[in-house]
């Protein structure tokens, strides 16, 4: 594209002339092409300008509520440097995969033995398979004990920042929002005893924030998620 | 409005996961950008679904946000108008009755040129649009600010969709080369 054309189809993106397909294509362009994407950034902040001149309207009074209602499941895109659970898989560390293998095969093994001694007696009520949100890939299995306790088996390594933890929790029902399981520095194989829950249903969720130390000011989750799935019971 | 900088420190704040600045980004701007979506998909109801999987967006794409490319309240502007310009291609619910439409696309072009009028004078975008031709000046106002296709424009200004296309095309170039 000659930087005519680039201006052409920077405009038309910010005209809202490109159908959905277009538009997408276009913001995949952008992500390699940064001309085109300053293009675009510039000519919408400057055509915002005609949308600043718009008077405030008024709107339903419950309007925030509901938006709150959906950010206690709305996954997140998380800041690069937050953890290194994030841009792992975007790209091979140098030596490959190797490394991370390794770290995997370390969690499973550290899991598998700790489980021996820990599970022995007690067969889960509920299993979680919880995905990094980053990029969906199995990151934490959780099983849930008749007891209330839970146990997290890590399959990647991950660890919060200084100054945070990394939170568990679960969704008993929207009523109640969300309850906390538990804090912990970074993700290992450990069985947390949990508050006195009603048993877990199908398809109840599990996700674990990052928040700061010594947990959410707030009792509910204010971190970004990390990582998210939803029970499901083991077949007996 | 808050300062531009303001704007900028609230999505930092939510970038990292802060909800009460969420909620200090929806006091400030919720009245503005539902008004900014009403004029794209015409009814409250539209404009207040709109505003509202904006701010979930917000949430979720905060971290996404860059500050040294881009100003803080056209981000959140663009993700606004993106998800009322969805909604309108999406088509089935925005059907208007036969005797409506003219009506309708009157108001439209009313919107449009309100919001040229309301610019400062001084703004380099008012001189930019003000010195192309009347008629393309008209049709990238309907699309920018009003969500209009193409085939809409060429029905609001009467004119062949060729020649609708060629207006908006020469005029974009012209403002863009303009502005920069």
Redesign the interface.
């Known amino acids: 594209m000659n930087r005519?054309d680039k201006?052409?189809l920077?405009?038309?993106y910010?005209?809202?002339?490109l159908?959905?397909a277009d538009?997408k294509r276009f913001e995949t362009t952008c992500a390699q092409d940064p001309e085109l994407?300053?293009?675009a950034?510039?000519?919408?902040?400057?055509?915002?300008?005609?949308?600043?001149?718009?008077?405030?309207?008024?709107?339903?009074a419950d309007?925030?509520t509901?938006?709150?209602q959906?950010?206690i499941t709305?996954?997140?895109?998380?800041?690069?440097p937050v953890l290194p659970l994030q841009a792992r898989r975007k790209t091979a560390p140098p030596g490959g995969w190797w490394p991370l293998a390794a770290s995997v095969l370390v969690a499973l093994g550290a899991g598998y033995l700790a489980g021996t001694t820990v599970t022995r007696t007690a067969t889960p009520t509920m299993i979680a398979v919880l995905l990094n949100e980053a990029d969906a890939s199995p990151a934490v299995i959780i099983e849930v004990f008749a007891d209330d306790s839970v146990r997290l088996v890590p399959l990647e390594s991950f660890a919060a920042p200084q100054g945070q933890v990394l939170q568990v929790w679960t969704l008993p029902d929207p009523a109640t929002g969300p309850v906390s399981l538990g804090t912990l520095p970074a993700a290992r194989d450990i069985r947390l005893a949990g508050p006195s829950l009603p048993p877990p249903e199908a398809g109840q969720l599990y996700e674990i924030?990052?928040e700061p130390f010594p947990g959410s000011p707030t009792g509910r989750p204010?971190?970004?998620i990390l990582v998210k799935g939803f029970a499901k019971p083991p077949l007996n | 409005m808050p300062e531009a900088h303001e704007t900028r420190s609230l999505l930092e704040r939510i970038a990292k996961g802060d909800r009460s600045a969420l909620a200090l980004l929806f006091d400030h701007e919720a009245g503005r950008l539902v008004a900014i979506a009403r004029r794209i998909v015409r009814r409250q109801d539209l404009a207040e679904e709109v505003v509202q999987d904006a701010f979930v967006a917000v949430w979720q794409r905060a971290a996404q946000f860059d500050a040294a490319r881009g100003n803080a309240m056209a981000w959140l502007i663009t993700i606004v108008r993106h998800r009322a310009l969805n909604l309108l291609r999406d088509g089935g619910r925005m059907d208007y009755h036969d005797g409506e439409t003219l009506a309708a696309l009157g108001d439209r072009s009313l919107d449009a040129l309100n919001a040229f009028d309301a610019l400062a004078e001084g703004d380099a975008l008012k001189t930019c649009l003000g010195q192309l031709d009347e008629f393309k000046r008209r049709a990238i106002l309907l699309c920018y600010v009003t969500g209009l296709s193409h085939g809409e424009v060429a029905a609001t200004l009467d004119a062949p969709l060729g020649t609708v296309k060629a207006w908006i095309r020469r005029g974009t170039l012209s403002l863009q080369e303009c502005l920069s």
Do not use: H, K
């Not at chain 1, 910010?14 to 002339?17: C, E, F, Q, S, T």
């Open positions: 005519e201006l052409d920077a405009g038309q910010v005209l809202g002339l159908d959905e538009a994407a300053g293009m950034a510039q000519f919408a902040g400057q055509m915002s300008r005609l949308d600043e001149t718009a008077a405030p309207m008024g709107y339903r309007l925030w509901r938006i709150e959906q950010l709305a996954p997140r895109t998380e800041a690069a924030t990052l204010t971190g970004p």
